[in-house]
């Protein structure tokens, strides 16, 4: 395959003059820190942590309950009534504090949620992983362009935009609460599980924009965490599968992974999600970040002041349920300082143990009341101090306005970025003195690319796939011949962005190196 590539493309630039566009579906302590280097605005729901409301409804919770107000539990509209049923049974009996939703579609997910509200004695503060759009777990719905390629936006206030319509998509299937925006860094380009969900390894533009993100998000009262502190960016591990582990010194923490965090925080962030990794630096006993009272109480809310809402990252995660038992280390998370507890896996063991850590004297009820005032401040601040079910009627409509397209398509020309562009290429000029032909590599059938170039300019489009025979390679050459300039796109496979294009031996194809060697001086990459 990769003489038969070479070997096309030598003869086609022998005779041509060709525009080659690359594009890639995917990416359109120390001891002497200062407090105030980090404190910045309050979360606004703090205002609410004695209101009349709050103060109202616990006075109708038992110890157990308002632990209880601490937990939250997992949800999905796209599975059986037995599920169903036995989300019902935890909002019941365990009087959990809310519902996380993950895959399904928007319709069933409101008749479930507002069935779950139905079944809750105070109301359940609902939320969903939405860093891209609700897209990211429901199907028919939009989702914007991943955080990698928004991170070639210039103009922020269209992240700001982005985070304000995600948030106004959030509230209309009936949540209230956006597990996003992901502000590590990515600065390890073999990392598994940020990557494409980062804004880049530049820090101050990761700050920028996660603070546009998280200022437009809550400019809709809606909640947003950012994560995952203290930084999973400079890991090859996920930790969905195993723990991490970051043996930088506190200095570079401080000076690189922690640095968008505390600019969050200067603009008054909501909610901060703690990561399961294991950080030597911040912590010698090598147990997960996310139990990690050091880390969570010592730098987290002490030294970097955070008053806001502190989230567990998922509870059933195996970077932190190896060797842990689920219920106790529900227990070991709280007494970290995490206020929310993500995904537990055994809510009935969970508070059990919580009880017997109370008990023991491991954590005061006055300390639970006091997360459980802020989890209830929290539910004022979205609105549950006035609930009322979420109505069914367009909802597929209004979440796939015209309006949020137009923006979708403003983010992604916004990111579209020239790396390269020899001999002023672009833009092409005197389009009448052109015969233009546009190649695909990869897909079989017209993508959206080539009918976007026909938009402008009469072209002939022609496709080849990763997998072409050499007789298939030829008979494109021959008929791309009268051509006098190939617009080519190369397309991934994948859903999502990777490291590698699946080219059947071109493992790298992207390479100006491969190109250069055989005099492809009007190359643009």
């Not at 539910?379 to 069914?392: A, H, M, R, S």
Request: proline share 4%.
């Amino acid at each position: 395959m990769l003489i038969n590539f070479l070997r096309f493309f030598k003869t086609i630039f022998s005779n041509s003059r060709i525009l080659m566009l690359m594009i890639f579906a995917g990416c359109l302590f120390s001891n002497n820190l200062s407090a105030q280097e980090a404190e910045g605005v309050a979360p606004e729901f703090l205002k609410y942590e004695n209101s009349k409301w709050v103060d109202s409804i616990m006075s109708t919770l038992s110890p157990d309950e308002r632990v209880a107000q601490l937990i939250m539990i997992a949800a999905y509209s796209n599975r059986d009534e037995k599920h169903k049923e036995e989300t019902l049974k935890l909002i019941k009996e365990q009087k959990v504090g809310g519902v996380l939703f993950f895959q399904g579609d928007p319709v069933r997910q409101v008749k479930l949620m507002n069935e779950y509200q139905a079944a809750s004695k105070v109301p359940l503060l609902g939320a969903i992983d939405a860093e891209w759009g609700v897209g990211m777990r429901l199907d028919s719905t939009v989702s914007f362009p991943f955080q990698m390629a928004l991170g070639a936006v210039k103009d922020d206030s269209l992240i700001y935009n982005m985070g304000a319509q995600i948030a106004r998509d959030v509230k209309r299937v009936g949540l209230h609460m956006n597990f996003a925006l992901m502000v590590d860094v990515n600065n390890n380009a073999g990392n598994p599980v940020i990557n494409y969900r980062s804004f880049g390894e530049d820090k101050y533009n990761v700050a920028k924009k996660g603070v546009a993100y998280v200022k437009g998000s809550q400019g809709e009262n809606v909640l947003t965490t950012a994560k995952h502190f203290p930084g999973h960016g400079d890991t090859d591990v996920d930790s969905h599968y195993s723990l991490p582990q970051i043996n930088h010194s506190f200095g570079r923490l401080d000076s690189l992974e922690l640095y968008p965090f505390k600019e969050l925080l200067k603009a008054g962030a909501s909610g901060v999600m703690v990561a399961h990794l294991n950080i030597p630096s911040l912590d010698s006993t090598g147990v997960p970040s996310t139990l990690s009272y050091p880390t969570i109480t010592d730098l987290l809310k002490k030294k970097l002041k955070f008053k806001g809402l502190v989230v567990t990252d998922a509870m059933n995660m195996k970077g932190v349920t190896e060797g842990n038992t689920p219920g106790i280390v529900d227990k070991d998370a709280l007494l970290a300082g995490n206020d929310l507890l993500e995904f537990t896996e055994d809510v009935p063991k969970a508070i059990e143990e919580i009880r017997k850590a109370i008990n023991a004297g491991l954590i005061s009820q006055a300390e639970i009341d006091r997360r459980a005032r802020k989890i209830l401040a929290v539910k004022q601040w979205v609105g549950l101090d006035n609930y009322k079910p979420t109505p069914l009627y367009n909802i597929i409509e209004e979440l796939n306005s015209p309006e949020v397209a137009l923006m979708n398509r403003k983010l992604t020309e916004a990111s579209l970025t020239v790396l390269k562009n020899e001999g002023d290429i672009l833009p092409v000029k005197e389009l009448n003195k052109h015969s233009i032909a546009s190649l695909s590599f990869g897909k079989e059938e017209e993508t959206t690319f080539q009918r976007s170039v026909g938009l402008y300019a009469g072209t002939a489009n022609f496709n080849l796939p990763f997998e072409a025979s050499e007789e298939e390679v030829d008979s494109i050459r021959a008929l791309l011949q009268p051509y006098n300039m190939v617009i080519a796109g190369v397309h991934d496979s994948s859903k999502y962005p990777r490291n590698n294009l699946n080219l059947a031996g071109l493992s790298f194809i992207s390479s100006e190196r491969t190109f250069s060697k055989r005099k492809y001086n009007n190359c643009l990459f």
